[in-house]
């Protein structure tokens, strides 16, 4: 684990207390909105949503304000939740994710799907999501684990040894794949560094993933993220929307070249494919990087409960000191 680590040590510094507080809140508020604007295009293509006009683009939907968190926000509380508690316990975890899918499951991946039917039936641990990917013959590698992880990175920024550890362990309660293993471990880096605001290129997050054995697909793709164009990502090729991958080169992509959280965030789920999710992972990314005072209160209070994302936020931010 030592090359990631060397990586992820400076995003530990201690930071003014209100700009870090800010920065908390605007991961996860960010989180929540950048999946609610890319709720209405999600599977789209580029190309498709080229003809919607840009102004319907940059509004929640009034209906969100009264729906049940969709899976991404849903999945990232729980987690958070969970955090709280600890070091990641796996069976905790996955008793909220059932508890979630009774009540509402709004929005459920279908690999997640199969995982917590396993689950429901009884087997135990990451148990499920293991079988579910050697039944698809160790292909699955859907963005299931790498949507939600941002709470990972808030909770142990100033401890990369958990935070690599709970990336894994967060991912494989539902997302077996090393590659879904690794993106999301990439991506919780991403958010640490962009939390911090400490200086990194994702050529040494590159190496670091090479360093510790990431299936190289991942190393490969977190290069092509920092010379890469947005177009180049290939966010809406229909073949791998969903994919583990794309979802980790939204958010590195917004990081590198985040101009603004509102402008940068559009830009991204303009990309199409996946919008929910890639919207959720570069929101997370941009709301680290800005911080909350730098969202658009529209957008804040466009949510259905923005005060639970910021009462979390806070409380991670305080768990992360101890
Ligand atoms: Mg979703």
């Given at each position: ?59 929640i ?12 926000v ?30 509402s ?50 909770r ?6 958990r ?35 400490t ?9 670091g ?34 994919y ?7 958010g ?38 800005f ?32």
């Amino acid at each position: 684990m030592e090359p990631l680590l060397r990586f992820l040590m400076p995003a530990s510094r201690d930071l003014d207390p209100e700009v870090e507080r800010d920065r908390y809140r605007g991961a996860l508020l960010g989180l929540a909105i950048g999946n609610a604007l890319g709720v209405p295009v999600e599977g789209f293509s580029a190309l498709d949503i080229s003809s919607i006009p840009p102004d319907r683009l940059r509004v929640i939907r009034p209906e969100e304000a009264d729906a049940p968190w969709d899976d991404d926000v849903a999945q990232a509380i729980e987690l958070a939740e969970c955090l709280l508690e600890g070091p990641l316990d796996a069976d905790a975890y996955m008793a909220r994710l059932l508890r979630w899918a009774a009540e509402s499951g709004r929005g459920m991946g279908r690999q997640t799907y199969y995982v917590l039917v396993k689950a429901r039936a009884g087997t135990q641990g990451t148990d499920a999501a293991r079988e579910v990917w050697e039944e698809s013959g160790r292909y699955a590698a859907g963005n299931g684990a790498v949507m939600r992880c941002a709470p990972v990175a808030l909770r142990w920024r100033r401890d990369p040894v958990r935070l690599v550890e709970d990336a894994g362990h967060s991912a494989r309660v539902t997302h077996y794949d090393p590659r879904c293993v690794w993106t999301t471990a990439a991506t919780c880096a991403a958010i640490a560094h962009a939390l911090a605001g400490t200086h990194w290129t994702l050529h040494e997050l590159a190496d670091g993933l090479d360093g510790v054995g990431a299936p190289e697909e991942v190393g490969e793709a977190v290069r092509h993220s920092a010379t890469s164009d947005l177009g180049g990502l290939d966010l809406d090729e229909s073949s791998s929307i969903g994919y583990t991958v794309r979802a980790m080169t939204a958010g590195l992509w917004a990081l590198l070249n985040a101009r603004d959280f509102e402008t940068t965030l559009l830009e991204v789920i303009r990309a199409g494919g996946d919008t929910d999710t890639n919207g959720a992972v570069a929101g997370a990314v941009l709301g680290a990087k800005f911080g909350a005072s730098a969202i658009p209160q529209r957008w804040i209070e466009g949510l259905p409960d923005p005060h639970r994302m910021t009462a979390l936020a806070d409380r991670l931010c305080e768990a992360a000191h101890c």
